[in-house]
Nanobody, 122 residues
């Protein structure tokens, strides 16, 4: 079985920073793409940032220039550094793994973490 364990959410003032972490556990052979999505109340889930196994990173338009995704290769871990946070960034942030190959179990097309709440408010 594979799990994505998130940490780092919380309350921050506008203009502040937070760092989210997501670690994948299990007998993982490979993850094709790993990153973060978010969902605000009343809105659809949207891409924040994701990295492919080849190192290509995509950012959502609303976070470009403010958020940075990084990875700790070999440990199936991704970090999301969020700077210059705005109230509109308030959402539940979900870690996502796509096409996760687990030894002895096959491939999972999508794996999601439990979500971590980020609240940007004064």
């Amino acid at each position: 079985q594979v799990q994505l364990v998130e940490s780092g959410g919380g309350l921050v003032q506008p203009g502040g920073s937070l760092r989210l972490s997501c670690a994948a556990s299990g007998r993982i052979y490979s993850i094709a793409r790993m990153g973060w999505y978010r969902q605000a109340p009343g809105k659809e889930r949207e891409l924040v940032a994701a990295i492919t196994s080849g190192g290509s990173i995509d950012y959502g338009d609303s976070v470009k220039g403010r958020f940075t995704l990084s990875t700790e290769k070999g440990k199936n871990t991704v970090y999301l550094q969020m700077n210059s946070l705005k109230p509109d960034d308030t959402a539940v942030y979900y870690c996502n793994g796509a096409n996760v190959v687990v030894i002895g179990q096959g491939k999972y097309s999508e794996v999601w973490g439990q979500g971590t709440l980020v609240t940007v408010s004064s």
